[in-house]
């Protein structure tokens, strides 16, 4: 399997899956800023929509989706409880956690990444990134209260569900959002970096 990413973009979170799978892969890092990048245009060929993560899968399926990603690394390696057996509740309430991750926690930061594309007025930029904020951190407070008493989101198992939230309230360094009023979710984050497969992706990333 081969992985495209940018390092601590949402694809990181599928980098740490590959790796919590203890799965044979190939990571690629790519640079949107270099035009010189060798792994540009196989990107525009591999995914017309231009983002990441790409994952090339077994038989050359390409997989350009967060959800499809994690869901079918898990999917190979049962035995390491990445995610439930599918077919049970549990699987299902798992699969509502991705869904929250890229269809709310995701999106809600989405505008934080654009805001001179949505307008060239700087006071419309304003305007957007408090809106924006407010929403992101209307989730950050769902999370806190649904880590009450709770190593990860399931409960004591780590699932691909936290690689992918881990990597997303990570964004927060980024856009000075800080975490002190979510002291759950700063535990959470603390707890997730520490795991050996976390922190090799980093390693290997260049993150910190
Ligand atoms: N639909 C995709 C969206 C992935 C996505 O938003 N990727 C971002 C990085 S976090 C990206 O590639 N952005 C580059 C761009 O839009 O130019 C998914 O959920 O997997």
């Known amino acids: 399997m081969k992985l495209f990413y940018s390092a601590g973009s949402c694809s990181t979170s599928c980098h740490i899956t590959l790796e919590e799978s203890g799965l044979t ?3 690629v890092k790519v640079d949107w ?3 010189a990048d060798s792994s540009l ?3 525009a060929r591999l995914n017309p929509l231009g983002t990441l993560p790409i994952l090339i899968a077994d038989h050359g399926v390409v997989l350009d989706q967060n959800i499809g990603i994690h869901t079918y690394v898990a999917d190979q390696v049962p035995a390491q409880q990445l995610l439930p057996p599918a077919g049970t509740l549990e699987r299902a309430e798992a699969m509502n956690w991705l869904s929250f991750v890229a269809a709310d926690l995701h999106k809600s930061f989405g505008p934080l990444f654009a805001l ?4 060239p007025d700087k006071q419309a930029q304003e305007s957007i990134r408090r809106w924006a904020i407010k929403n992101v951190k209307r989730n950050l407070a769902f999370l806190e209260t649904r880590l009450a008493g709770k190593d990860y989101l399931m409960g004591k198992i780590f699932t691909v569900a936290d690689a992918y939230c881990f990597v997303v309230v990570n964004w927060t360094q ?3 959002i800080s975490l002190d ?3 759950n979710l700063k535990a959470y984050l603390v707890r997730i970096l520490a795991r050996p497969a976390v922190q090799k992706v980093y390693q290997e990333e260049g993150l910190r």
């Not at 001179?116 to 307008?119: F, L, M, P």
């Open 116 to 119: 001179e594309s949505i307008s």
């Open 33 to 35: 800023d270099d035009a």
């Open 25 to 27: 892969y190939q990571a």
């Open 174 to 176: 980024w856009m000075d």
């Open 41 to 43: 245009a196989e990107i």
């Open 181 to 183: 009023e979510y002291k």
